[in-house]
């Protein structure tokens, strides 16, 4: 299969250059890919793998194994020094319901216990020696597959032990990981493993986008003939990797470009010294790829610009990215003299701009009120626990109650075709009420009860009545807070809001609530209260998600004063969509933002036909509850 050129893909250099420095140089870690759908990132990886040398690898060797250094320890070693075939390097794809033994590999282990040889099965990851290991949706694999493909990134090794056998074999390779923020992010301790990351957008350029459209459309006409007008472009890129290959180990990195990355890692409040050795290993490898023998501070900035943005201090609601003005700071004055004009004591020069005048107009004429206000929230405080009643079947994760594979066993079962931890006191007690002898029918497997993750979505009242700045503030906060609880446990938010006369999908369920902040931070409020309209919008979301994701169950959490002001009798239509959404099962929350001495108790009344759980917008927060036992114990 022709794939596309790497050379023909349009806006996306940041990309280009992480994926070339850590071909560069393996030992950077790696590049993790964040973009939205349709952005070029796989066309990207696949191409890149025909920029590779090709490698030489030893007769008969399935882990590829180097003829001039083969690995000592290899299972199909010893292999004679000298000779081999050589072949294109790989590009290995790890598909996302990849299983552990697939990945690392497997033992035999029947004819390792019964003849004493063991007998291995390679995985992916001894495929991908000396190659390119490629993970889309990266995000969405199981954390200890990540952990398994990260720790044999760093270390250069595989190894698999089982039953007190064990197997190591080389495995060293660039690993690429590609994701989608909206399906959910990785947790902070797997971002860090990776060395580069970034982020990549569709281009907003109208010219750009047209000329991404045609390139692609006349690839798909005539593969041949348009990997055929790249070809020398392609040709000059892999020839560059070569010679930066050659001239890495001469690359020096000197005092003066230490200090840079140092100021810089403090700079960013980075955690640990991984972000410095990371930085530094991206600088050289940059040196090398633009032809120098010494690091310089085109090559540190370069370096930090791919290797910070995921590592620097931020909590979970704040864009990824780096801010280029702290780290110019950071760098300090480049060195030579200084172009810049020395500024005027005397005033403004010829051509500044005029002094802006005082407004004398009085100071109520300065701005028309808005039909619309926007209010930002205040920091996220820990919320208490909302979960859904009963015991679930979905993802593990931490909110509700589930029966999961594991967690604390709460009893036995009979096995339905399927295998797991055996109960043994389940077992006997089989057992022994027929007959007393074990047989294969009173097996009992394990029952056991953990936590899992809950689709969280949040039908936020956006209307006039809450639109007062202090009420709009505490419903941000309390939902921003809301958020970073949703984050914390691993569940997917959706976010629904209602104003005017009608409702708003804001945000689709995800997995990412770094976008739902964001969407929370852009809610205007203002206009009459549809409550009836974001109430049925909030249903016919459950459904759909639903029949998406039928193990994952639904946590509504309804934040409103309960007022209804939109529509024909608007409080009995509320109160009967609210009955309707009882009825499906559907375990609710009502947070009422109710304020004042005059309170008209409406939210309570939503409460009781939704048959859900009333909480003020005040005791939201964990420390809430926490005040009122204590002041009970005092009392």
């Given at each position: 299969m022709q794939h596309f050129p790497f050379s023909a893909v349009v806006g996306s250099d940041d990309l280009a250059l992480s994926l070339i420095l850590t071909t560069v140089s393996p030992s950077v870690g790696g590049v993790l890919v964040r973009g939205e759908k349709g952005t070029a990132k796989s066309t990207m990886v696949r191409a890149l793998a025909a920029l590779l040398p090709p490698v030489t690898v030893a007769d008969g060797c399935r882990f590829s194994c180097d003829p001039a250094e083969p690995d000592r320890s290899c299972p199909d070693g010893p292999h004679a020094s000298g000779g081999g075939r050589t072949r294109p390097a790989r590009l290995v794809e790890l598909p996302v319901g990849a299983t552990e033994d697939r990945v690392i590999g497997s033992l035999q282990l029947a004819k390792a216990l019964s003849s004493g040889v063991t007998e291995y099965e390679p995985g992916l990851l001894a495929d991908a020696h000396r190659g390119l290991l490629y993970v889309d949706e990266v995000n969405l694999l199981h954390d200890h597959l990540v952990d398994l493909l990260l720790d044999a990134a760093a270390m250069g090794r595989s190894t698999v032990e089982r039953d007190g056998v064990s197997v190591a074999h080389a495995s060293r390779f660039v690993l690429v990981g590609t994701m989608n923020p909206e399906e959910g992010e990785l947790r902070p301790q797997l971002l860090d493993r990776f060395g580069l990351s970034v982020e990549v957008a569709a281009p907003r350029d109208p010219s750009l986008r047209v000329q991404v459209v045609r390139r692609r459309l006349a690839y798909e006409a005539d593969p041949v003939a348009f990997a055929a007008r790249f070809e020398e472009a392609e040709r000059s890129l892999a020839e560059r990797i070569v010679k930066a290959q050659a001239l890495l180990p001469s690359v020096v990195l000197g005092d003066a470009a230490l200090e840079d990355i140092a100021r810089i890692c403090a700079a960013f409040e980075v955690d640990g010294m991984r972000a410095d050795l990371v930085t530094a290993r991206a600088a050289i490898a940059h040196a090398a790829w633009e032809g120098r023998t010494d690091v310089t501070r085109d090559d540190v900035r370069a370096a930090a610009r791919l290797a910070l943005p995921h590592r620097r201090r931020r909590n979970p609601f704040d864009a990824p990215g780096i801010d280029n003005d702290v780290l110019d700071e950071a760098l300090g004055p480049d060195e030579g003299p200084d172009d810049e004009p020395e500024p005027d004591p005397d005033g403004p020069g010829e051509g500044s701009p005029p002094p802006v005048e005082p407004d004398d107009r009085p100071q109520g004429e300065l701005a028309r009120p808005s039909v619309e206000t926007n209010h930002q929230a205040n920091d996220p405080y820990r919320t208490q626990l909302f979960s859904v009643a009963g015991a679930g079947r979905g993802e593990a994760g931490k909110r509700s109650r589930a029966i999961t594979s594991t967690g604390q066993v709460i009893g036995s079962r009979v096995p339905h075709g399927d295998h797991g931890p055996v109960h043994v006191l389940g077992t006997l007690i089989a057992a022994a009420r027929d007959g007393g002898v074990v047989r294969p029918e009173h097996v009992r497997l394990s029952v056991k009860e953990g936590r899992e993750s809950n689709l969280v979505l949040l039908c936020v009242d956006a209307s006039g009545s809450m639109a007062a700045h202090k009420r709009m503030e505490q419903v941000k906060t309390a939902v921003l807070s809301l958020l970073m609880d949703a984050y914390q446990r691993r569940d997917k938010v959706g976010?629904?809001?209602?104003?005017?006369?009608?409702?708003?999908?804001?945000?689709?369920?995800?997995?990412?609530?770094?976008?739902?902040?964001?969407?929370?931070?852009?809610?205007?409020?203002g206009g009459r209260t549809p409550l009836a309209e974001g109430l049925l919008r909030a249903a016919e979301t459950i459904r759909l998600e639903h029949l998406k994701d039928?193990?994952?169950?639904?946590?509504?959490?309804?934040?409103?004063?309960?007022?209804?002001?939109?529509?024909?009798?608007?409080?009995?239509?509320?109160?009967?969509?609210?009955?309707?959404?009882?009825?499906?099962g559907v375990h609710s929350v009502v947070i009422d933002c109710e304020s004042g001495r005059m309170r008209m108790g409406l939210a309570v009344q939503l409460a009781e036909h939704l048959r859900a759980e009333y909480v003020a917008v005040g005791d939201v927060s964990a420390d809430s509850i926490t005040a009122a036992v204590r002041a009970g114990r005092a009392a």
């Open positions: 976010l629904v809001t209602f104003r005017g006369s009608a409702a708003e999908l804001a945000l689709p369920p995800t997995g990412s609530v770094e976008i739902a902040a964001r969407r929370l931070a852009e809610l205007p409020a039928p193990r994952r169950r639904p946590l509504l959490v309804v934040v409103t004063d309960g007022r209804a002001t939109s529509g024909a009798d608007p409080v009995v239509r509320a109160h009967q969509v609210a009955r309707y959404l009882a009825d499906t």
